[in-house]
C-alpha cells in the first residue's frame, strides 16, 4: 500500500497514514503536558510486571528523545499496517506488540513501558506513552536502552511463546554502560544483585530469551553518505555492532520505511524472506525498495539464527499490492 493511500482491513477500515500522523503529533504534545502537570511520575509509566499468553509475542523498544524527530510518530501513523502484517504473515493470527519508549536518564520520563495489545487496543497503549523530546543527560549521545533491556529480562513473562519473541530496538544513540543499581530500581523496577550491570552482560542474556534487533537511524541530522558511514552515526553503530553483530542491525536513513523494515526483520525470523520480497515490490515505488533493501542488506545476508521453524507461522498467501563496554559484574539472574 502506498504512504498516500488509506489501509482498510477490518476494524482499522478509513485509516489515513497522513491525518494519523499529524493526529498524532499534535496528541504527543499534549500528553508531555498533561503528564507534567498532573505530577504522573517516571515509575507510574512502568507496571511492575507485563504478561502476555500470546504465542508469538513481539517487544518494539523505540528512542523518543528529541534526536529521533518524526519516527514515533511515523511508527504510530503505521499501526494498521504493522497490526495486519504480523497477525496475518509474520508471527500468528494472536500476535501481540508490547510497545516501550526511552529516553535519557536525565529526563522526566527515562524509560515506559506499556502491557501487550492487538488490533486498535495498540492506538490506545501507544497513547499513554509520553513523547519526551528531551535527551538530557550524564553522558553524549547516550540514551537508557539498558532499562527497556533489564525489564524485558526480568519483568516481562511470556510463557506461551512458540519461539524467542523479536524484541526490536530503535534508536539513533548509544546505549549508557554500564547500568548502575539506581537506575535499574528507580527507572525499571529492576533489583540488580551487584551495584551496577554491563551493556555485554545484559545483551547475552537478553538474546538468550529475544530475537534481538536494532533499527538505526542516522544520528540527528547526519545522513548516509554513501557506503561509508560518517560522524557520530558511525560511534552509533560501532558500539551496537559490539553488542549484537551487523546481521542483527538495519541502518535505516528515512523514517517512512521503518515500519517496512520492522517487516524485514521479522520475515528473517519466520523465514519469510521471499513473501517479504514481493510484497514490498508489488506495493512500493523502486526508490522506496532500494532504501528498505539496503537497510536490511546485513541482516538478509545470512540464514536466521532465531530456532527451528514455527510451525503455526501464517503461509505467506495473501500480498497486498499497491493500486495501478563496561567492567564485569555479579550475574543478573
Known amino acids: 500500500m502506498s504512504e498516500s493511500s488509506d489501509y482498510s482491513p477490518g476494524p482499522w477500515a478509513g485509516h489515513d497514514f497522513g491525518t494519523a500522523r499529524k493526529q498524532y503529533d499534535q496528541y504527543a504534545g499534549r500528553r508531555y503536558a498533561a503528564a507534567s502537570s498532573a505530577g504522573v511520575s517516571a515509575t507510574d509509566l512502568v507496571p511492575p510486571r507485563i504478561a502476555t499468553d500470546s504465542s508469538h509475542p513481539l517487544l518494539i523498544a523505540c528512542d523518543v528523545s528529541g534526536s529521533m524527530g518524526g519516527w514515533p510518530a511515523t511508527i504510530f501513523a503505521k499501526l494498521p499496517y504493522l497490526d495486519h502484517e504480523i497477525r496475518t504473515e509474520y508471527l ?11 529516553s535519557d536518564t536525565g529526563d522526566s520520563y527515562p524509560f515506559q513501558i506499556q ?22 543527560g550524564p553522558g553524549y549521545c547516550c540514551e537508557a536502552h539498558g532499562l527497556a533491556m533489564l525489564y524485558a529480562l526480568r519483568n516481562v513473562d511470556t510463557p506461551r511463546a512458540v519461539r524467542r519473541p523479536p524484541f526490536i530496538i530503535i534508536t539513533d544513540e548509544m546505549p549508557y554502560d554500564p547500568v548502575s543499581k539506581n537506575d535499574a530500581n528507580g527507572y525499571a523496577k529492576v533489583k540488580l544483585e551487584g551495584h551496577r550491570a554491563s551493556i555485554a552482560e545484559i545483551m547475552e542474556k537478553l538474546r538468550t ?78 526508490d522506496q525498495v532500494d532504501t528498505v533493501y539496503k537497510a536490511l542488506k546485513t541482516v538478509h545476508a545470512l540464514p536466521s539464527d532465531a530456532g527451528e521453524p514455527d510451525a503455526s507461522k501464517p503461509s505467506g498467501r495473501s500480498i497486498m499490492l499497491r493500486p495501478t563496554a563496561g567492567k564485569p559484574t555479579k550475574k543478573l539472574i
Open 115 to 136: 502491557p501487550f495489545a492487538a488490533g486498535t487496543q495498540m492506538k490506545e497503549r501507544l497513547q499513554k506513552l509520553v513523547i519526551t523530546d528531551g535527551g538530557a
Open 209 to 286: 530469551r529475544y530475537s534481538v534487533y536494532l533499527v538505526i537511524k542516522p544520528y540527528g541530522s547526519e545522513c548516509l553518505k554513501g557506503d561509508k558511514l560518517h560522524g557520530t552515526t558511525k560511534t552509533v553503530y560501532e558500539c551496537w555492532e559490539r553488542l549484537v553483530g551487523a546481521d542483527r542491525i538495519a541502518l535505516l536513513s528515512e523514517a517512512d520505511r521503518v515500519v517496512d523494515v520492522i517487516f524485514g526483520l521479522l520475515a528473517k525470523d519466520a523465514g519469510q524472506v521471499e513473501y517479504f520480497r514481493k510484497e514490498i515490490e508489488g506495493r512500493q515505488r523502486q
Open 92 to 102: 500468528g493470527q494472536d500476535a501481540e506488540v508490547c510497545f516501550a519508549a526511552i
